[in-house]
């Protein structure tokens, strides 16, 4: 392939591309054909990569506008056809609510802005089944579960979620052209981790949290 032709390749950044979803995703965007970049707190193998924390909001504009073929190569907004934005604490309790209450909203508030700035219009992202609530109260206003179900944040990991939900609303109501897509992942799981599933049934409190949704990172890329 002609070095013209690889520059005819789109590209596509993947922040979190170290974690379980984002290193499935870079691996099919890949096999796909696309030039892919990752942003990080740590390193990838075998594809170009930055560190950055992208709740600072200059790590993050610089991030999205220096990464080319060559690292810092200074390529401005041709640096990137796509985002794929998967880089957050993932769960619920991990960290403390404020600290990840912070580092998720912002994180996902500094790549929208840098987008938009930057004039990358194709952003998808990672929101939750976690903003429709938890399906161990019995308060729930009507199953099954359908496109109108009010949104219920029961943590301050998914009262985040719903608010980059709202959030993309508004960025796409400033910034018409720009497509910002939030899909609503369950628990990940690696084929890994179905060796545990058969120690769940022991153990009710650990079965309620991985068993009644999950998805695949291969079907979640």
Not at 67 to 77: L, P, R, T, Y
Not at 104 to 121: D, K, P, S, V
Not at 144 to 170: G, H, T
Request: glycine content about 6%; hydrophobic content about 40%.
């Amino acid at each position: 392939m002609s070095k013209q032709q690889q520059a005819a390749k789109p590209r596509v950044l993947v922040t979190g591309g170290a974690g379980k979803l984002g290193k499935v995703c870079v691996q099919d965007l890949l096999a796909h054909g696309y030039d892919v970049f990752v942003v990080d707190t740590v390193p990838v193998k075998d594809v170009p990569c930055i560190i950055a924390d992208l709740s600072d909001f200059g790590q993050t504009l610089d991030a999205l506008s220096s990464v080319g073929k060559e690292i810092h190569a200074g390529v401005g907004n041709q640096a990137f056809d796509a985002i794929v934005h998967l880089a957050a604490f993932p769960t619920p309790r991990q960290y403390p609510d404020a600290h990840l209450f912070q580092n998720n909203i912002m994180g996902t508030y500094n790549i929208f802005e840098a987008a938009r700035r930057l004039g990358i219009h194709n952003v998808i992202w990672a929101s939750s089944e976690t903003t429709l609530g938890e399906p161990f109260e019995n308060d729930a206003p009507y199953a099954p579960v359908d496109e109108d179900y009010p949104l219920r944040a029961k943590s301050a990991y998914a009262l985040a979620k719903v608010l980059m939900e709202e959030m993309a609303r508004q960025f796409s109501y400033q910034t018409p052209d720009m497509k910002l897509i939030g899909l609503r992942f369950s628990n990940v799981m690696e084929p890994q981790d179905y060796e545990k599933f058969a120690s769940y049934q022991a153990d009710p409190e650990e079965r309620k949290w991985n068993m009644w949704a999950y998805i695949d990172a291969r079907d979640g890329a």
